[in-house]
């Protein structure tokens, strides 16, 4: 099936990602004509640098030409992130009694019959999720992936910073947030608000997911190499101390004493709509932490903070990046729900020089003395199968290039 005249990539990519009625033959036979339109379009090997690797947006743009990314609602232009796409709520939502996997022998919707307490729709009028409750949704967005490809999930960073934990599940999934190479199946949203309840529509945007194609190596060596070359923090590291990932501590000195250095959440605040932006005020849902003479920190059983690193951080325009535990025998408290750094992000090739990272941060059983300083999370960079054709930053609507100490973009700016 060839373009017709005068039809521009742009509405041709629009019509092939619309999928209402998928399993029929008409539809079989469309699939395989829009899949050589699009390898015409967007061939697979076009600039590549390498041939494994995370996906940049150009080559996400032509996984849904070939329908590898699939959508029962047309896929718009801003979902794209530099190497990643933000996926969407759907309608279907159902309360359940508690956290699951599915297992290699059973799917989503299996377990949701054994486990569903109600099922509710998704509206434009929304729907409220109530903080300490489990919650899934199906998502607009399912996966068709070739073998080789698979992908990764997270929250998005606006969802991390108001302590909604989410997590994406698969069918036959063993692990949350992972997608197994050749999947062929819908996708769905595990959500539980810990702190504040909120309200959510069919079309919200809550996790964004990254794909990948192999199984590139991501070695120390290659680590310390590209620190030399980019400076992918503004701090001296030896090179010793890169060891499966680069080290990122915590800033508990902010200004001096007194200075504000953190927050905490407020326990019993009004709900959050997800779609008000610059809305709320933060006072109403957090205390401000300031800077002791000893520059450390208590943090109590089960609450929320939101702190920042010391660090400024840079993710090369050919890499992305992936916060995780700097330790996962420091079980005492967690930090970052939200993991995904895009390329770009505090690079000087997007208008900036190095951006701090927001940490959110929940105790666990035991109070905790945190110090300024103290390593809590390492930073994990993985390469691109080529340059993306944008970049995290204001130009793409970013929200968080050249932050500070910033809550999430539902607050109004704090003083």
């Not at 989503?108 to 409220?128: N, P, S, W, Y």
């Not at 001296?236 to 800033?251: H, S, Y």
């Not at 709320?280 to 943090?299: K, N």
Request: hydrophobic share 40%.
């Amino acid at each position: 099936m060839g373009a017709a005249v005068g039809q521009t990539p742009e509405i041709l990519w629009r019509r092939l990602n619309f999928d209402p009625e998928a399993g029929s033959a008409r539809v079989a036979a469309e699939e395989q004509a829009m899949a050589d339109t699009a390898e015409t379009l967007f061939p697979p090997d076009a600039e590549e640098a390498y041939q494994t690797g995370l996906l940049p947006a150009q080559h996400l743009k032509a996984l849904i030409e070939r329908r590898e990314v699939r959508a029962t609602l047309p896929i718009e232009p801003d979902q794209l992130q530099p190497a990643s796409i933000d996926l969407r709520l759907g309608s279907r939502a159902w309360r359940v009694r508690a956290s699951f996997l599915p297992g290699p022998s059973a799917s989503v919707q299996d377990r949701i019959g054994a486990l569903a307490m109600h099922q509710f729709e998704l509206t434009e009028a929304g729907a409220v999720l109530e903080r300490g409750c489990v919650y899934i949704v199906e998502l607009i967005e399912s996966l068709a992936l070739r073998k080789r490809t698979s992908a990764i999930a997270n929250p998005k960073s606006s969802i991390g910073r108001i302590d909604v934990f989410t997590r994406l599940i698969t069918d036959q999934a063993t692990e949350f947030d992972q997608v197994r190479a050749n999947y062929h199946g819908p996708l769905f949203a595990e959500i539980s608000p810990r702190t504040f309840s909120i309200l959510v529509r069919r079309g919200d945007r809550l996790n964004q997911i990254r794909i990948k194609r192999g199984t590139p190596l991501s070695s120390d060596d290659a680590m310390r190499r590209l620190h030399e070359r980019d400076g992918l923090v503004d701090t001296e590291i030896e090179r010793d101390e890169i060891r499966r990932g680069i080290p990122v501590t915590v800033d508990l000195t902010g200004d001096g004493e007194g200075s504000i250095i953190g927050f905490r959440a407020r326990k019993h605040a009004d709900l959050i709509d997800l779609r008000k932006l610059g809305h709320y005020e933060v006072g109403d849902f957090w205390y401000p932490l300031h800077a002791s003479r000893d520059r450390t920190l208590l943090l109590d059983p089960d609450e929320f903070y939101i702190l920042a690193s010391k660090e400024q951080v840079r993710v090369p325009p050919d890499h992305a990046a992936e916060m995780r535990a700097y330790d996962v025998g420091m079980g005492e408290f967690r930090v970052h729900y939200a993991g995904f750094f895009d390329p770009g992000f505090g690079h000087s090739e997007a208008d900036a020089e190095g951006t701090r990272a927001v940490l959110e941060v929940r105790s666990h059983e035991v109070p905790f003395v945190l110090a300024d300083g103290q390593r809590v999370v390492k930073l994990i960079y993985e390469r691109l199968v080529a340059r993306p054709d944008r970049l995290y930053g204001a130009d793409i609507g970013s929200s968080y290039q050249r932050q500070g100490l910033k809550l999430s973009k539902h607050f109004k700016p704090s003083n």
